[in-house]
């Protein structure tokens, strides 16, 4: 199921930051064993009243440099128009409407989006009759809020969520979708068109001015694949801030539209904190993932390299060493179709079932020599486990005590599953019930 997506836009100290962390709540409080990936995020799920959706707060992308500060925020806006399904305006209720906001309101008008004006320090009643200026701005009725103390961010997510369908149909192209996703820079629409085989450059468009397809179709063997948005990819800006937004935002859509991610990481980089938050991403959402090891050609290279590397990567990747990994060089070609084939072999992975009795037989002696263990002593037992759906595979573990099992038990579970069955790059996950 596709998710919605709601950006947050404004000008800096309107008070952004503060919605978004109010929004989500507790949600992002989930502490990771990966420690601070989760944290400094600036894009998360939440959810009202049973609908879920994605958001992003473009307050997180604000240049250092004052003089490009306007720049960014017209092109985030820009990008929040193209790509969002709601736009949540943020202006400042205490400070007024200011030349910015104006500006910012003319990019929103123009575009059949649905645009939400919050005008937020609204900490009171009180102050709720200044509203009248904000009219002004042609974007409809403003809705006061107090982010700060809370103050009718309920009645504003009515507002945001009104449309979103619960049951929204899946698309049903039987075609094996692939996003190719990562850090600016690392070479993802090198790759793409290497696989592609066009030479041509890539175009320096400002964003919002492409209209082309979104998708790239890879004929491979007579088999169409989808290269998920990679006009995406073209997307260009001077401002760093900018074009790490777009990543992210691109990164959150074609996500939720592939069914396998490959994740490009730059060799003489290694994997960096902003590498694993998009591994991170695409696993939350329970889709398969490859890692690709890009610019291959500039590393000094011996016998032991490869090996030695992929050790150091595996490493840093901790919970995530499920997933596996290869070396390529979008520049010279190096490997690149052997990206391909990794996909469709962890593509059929996540497809993979495995068979009650095999599951019963090899796990149900692990668990023999390992029984589960509550804190009190209490006995758990596990009877019976069975493979109940797959992409993602999910596995349901019939126990008297479901909620006794802890953390390292689950992890013990997860990585004798994977020591029989392999599920290499696939997200699996363990249900616990009780035995009736
Ligand atoms: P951003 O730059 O738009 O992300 O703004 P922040 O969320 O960082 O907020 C800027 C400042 O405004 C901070 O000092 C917040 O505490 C304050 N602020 C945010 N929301 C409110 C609010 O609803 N009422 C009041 N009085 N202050 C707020
Ligand atoms: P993107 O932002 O991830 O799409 O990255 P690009 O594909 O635009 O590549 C960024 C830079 O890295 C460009 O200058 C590319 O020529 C260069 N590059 C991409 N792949 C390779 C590679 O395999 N080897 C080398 N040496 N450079 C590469």
Redesign the pocket.
Known sequence: MSRWLVAIVGRPNVGKSTLFNRIIGQRDAIVHDLPGVTRDRHYAEADWAGKTFSIVDTGGYVPASEDVIEIAIREQAEVAINEADVVMFVVDGEAGLLPTDIEIAEILRKAEKKVVLIVNKIDSEKREPSLGEFYKLGLGEPIPTSALVGRKVGDLLDVVTGDFNVSETQESDPRLKIAII??????????V?ALLQEERN?VTDMPGTTRDPIDAILKYYGEEIVLVDTAG?RRKSKVKESIEFFSTVRALKSIERCDVAVV?IDAQQGLEHQDLRIIETAIERKRAVVIVV?????IEKDETTAKTLEKALKGKLRIYDFIPLMF?????KQRIYKVVELVKKVDIEQNKRVSTSELNDLLGADIKAFPPRSRSGKEIKVNYVTQVNSKPPVFAFFCNEPKLIDDNYRRYLENKIREHFRFDGVPVVLSFKSKN
């Open positions: 990562g850090k600016p820079n690392v070479g993802k629409s090198s790759l068109n890539i990819l490009v890009n610019k291959w050609d500039l390529i060089s979008a520049l010279t």
